[in-house]
């Protein structure tokens, strides 16, 4: 009965023995595809941060522009601009 009882432990360890390779293998290829997601999603993220920034700063400096051309525009309009009070000395 001990050589029946050994034998069954020594298959049940080597079962478990590749259930654990097994396991071991199967967990480095689920880390190395994680990493892998991880970098795609970090470059992603990435990428919607530097959109982010340029079309937050194209916003404030296309709404700088418009000011000041809309500023131009009445200051010409007004004759308060330099080179309106130019034009309107010399016209005779």
Request: glycine residues 10%; proline residues 1%.
């Amino acid at each position: 009965m001990s050589i029946a009882a050994g034998v069954g432990h020594f298959s049940q360890s080597i079962v478990e023995l590749a259930h654990g390779i097994f396991a071991a293998v199967v967990g480095f290829f689920q880390s190395i595809i994680g990493v892998i997601v991880g970098i795609f999603q970090s470059f992603i993220q990435f990428l919607e941060g530097i959109l982010a920034f340029l079309i937050n700063n194209v916003f404030i400096l296309a709404t700088g522009a418009a000011l000041m051309f809309a500023y131009v525009l009445y200051s010409q309009r007004q004759g308060t601009t330099p080179v309106s009070r130019t034009i309107k000395r010399k016209s005779y």
